[in-house]
């Protein structure tokens, strides 16, 4: 994606959603795909990044575009986390419908960036840690075409960059050349498409 382009993040910004409205609160301590992250830590963390993407769509910088994640720091999820995510997941889509959002730089975790770059980190964001949320409570994940496309396009863009040791990816999983797109993207995200959980609790559909 370049800086000149668009993308409506709201249908992914929903699927998020209902994932996360479905998680009930005693499976809050699992641990998920994400590394370093509990389901718990991954939803707060979902949270943020929403604010942070919020505001760098809407080019507010400050303190919420200025900080790098770190699962060691990522604050507690706060009790009202069913009505907060869903807001701010909302807000962070709708800040990125705005063909300004998509141009110029901006900021996210600390990095500036082109708009259209950051749209494409936050389309990679839902999409990935919307599979990390569906896979660690068993649930059946189909994320937004658009988005997955976007996000696919920007993961092999970062697998092709050789300064990419550590930071927020790990090393490429292979994954089969017939292998879904969403199974691509994510084995580029670092992770395995065929991760379960240490241990399987039943959940309602």
Do not use: N
């Not at 800086?3 to 993040?9: F, R």
């Not at 301590?29 to 707060?44: F, H, I, V």
């Not at 069913?82 to 063909?99: F, I, N, Y």
């Not at 389309?123 to 937004?144: K, M, N």
Request: charged residues 20%; glycine residues 10%; hydrophobic residues 45%.
């Amino acid at each position: 994606m370049t800086d000149t382009a668009t993308l409506d993040l709201r249908p992914q910004a929903m699927v998020v959603a209902r994932l996360a409205a479905g998680i009930p609160d005693d499976r809050l301590a699992d641990p998920t795909p994400c590394p370093g992250y509990t389901l718990g830590g991954l939803l707060s963390h979902v949270a943020h990044l929403a604010v942070a993407f919020r505001d760098a769509g809407r080019k507010h910088l400050g303190p919420t575009t200025d900080t790098a994640p770190d699962p060691a720091a990522v604050p507690a999820l706060p009790d009202d986390w069913r009505e907060e995510l869903p807001r701010v997941l909302t807000e962070m889509a709708e800040a990125w419908t705005d063909p300004a959002a998509w141009t110029g730089m901006t900021r996210a975790g600390g990095v500036d960036l082109p708009g259209g770059i950051a749209g494409a980190v936050a389309a990679d964001e839902l999409v990935i840690h919307g599979w990390d949320l569906a896979r660690t409570v068993g649930r059946a994940y189909v994320p937004d075409g658009a988005a997955l496309s976007a996000a696919h396009a920007f993961l092999l863009a970062a697998a092709e960059d050789e300064s990419r040791g550590g930071g927020i990816f790990g090393a490429v999983v292979p994954v089969p050349d017939d292998a879904s797109l969403l199974d691509r993207a994510v084995g580029l995200s670092g992770r395995d498409p065929g991760w379960t959980p240490p241990t399987t609790t039943p959940t309602s559909p």
